[in-house]
């Protein structure tokens, strides 16, 4: 990644270009990948043209809130929540759900339908928050955090968005805090994945840019989770 200042700009330049006259909506979920594209969003268009939207659940924590409140200081922009348990829990009793995934994943879809309601009752875009790391490992919901019309920070794997954030002036507390999709109590990025961001970041590279050819076992791991998640990469097929 160049320099941070200069990545910026050419994020801000892309979420203009992309806009055009439009607000930018944007789920804020206290985590550092929603901020740092929060934060770029009101670089590019102004505080009055996003949209910041806190969307908790039942067993979100306390803490987001007030992340989401500091986030939106520092960067002079407001927030607005909406709590999505109602939603959530009329589709858990009328399916009669009990896989702890599957509701996650209810969760991470239901955001999706606030987003785009708000994007169309206020003329706006969904713009999304996933980064190259999750990208290229699937660790998104299909149809739910990875539905958006733009992806500003796709390009980005977490160590840059971690430098991306320090330079954005993100507070401190986000970007140190454990990543977390926040679908269920106690879930953490890492633990799910199985592996640290860092290490990650380091194998991704090495497949993805460097393409080495020597691959050890871990190499082969995360490859074999790039080939598995590839339908949430792709356009649905047809026979057009």
């Keep these: ?105 209810i969760k991470s879809r239901v955001r999706m339908v606030v987003l785009y309601y708000y994007a169309n009752t206020d003329g706006g875009i969904v713009v999304g928050t996933t980064n190259r790391t999750e990208y290229l490992t699937g660790y998104y919901t299909k149809y739910g955090d990875g539905a958006c019309d733009i992806e500003p920070i796709m390009h980005l794997y977490k160590h840059q968005v971690r430098e991306m954030a320090s330079y954005l002036g993100v507070p401190r507390r986000i970007i140190e805090k454990k990543p977390t999709a926040g679908l269920w109590e106690g879930q953490t990025d890492e633990d799910e994945l199985g592996i640290t961001y860092d290490r990650l970041d380091r194998i991704l590279e090495d497949l993805f840019d460097l393409r080495i050819g020597t691959l050890t076992e871990e190499h082969r791991r995360i490859r074999a989770m790039y080939e598995e998640t590839k339908h949430k990469r792709e356009m649905p097929r047809s026979l057009q």
């Design 1 to 105: 990644m160049p320099e941070p200042s200069q990545e910026a700009q050419r994020i801000v330049d892309f979420i203009r270009k992309s806009a055009g006259s439009r607000k930018a909506i944007v789920g804020l979920s206290g985590g550092i990948d929603s901020s740092v594209v929060y934060s770029l969003c009101i670089r590019a268009l102004g505080p009055e043209r996003v949209i910041g939207l806190f969307l908790p659940d039942a067993r979100t924590p306390a803490s987001d809130e007030e992340d989401v409140m500091e986030l939106a200081n520092s960067q002079k922009g407001t927030y607005r929540k909406v709590s999505i348990e109602p939603m959530v829990s009329a589709f858990v009793d009328t399916l009669g759900a009990t896989d702890r995934r599957a509701i996650g994943n």
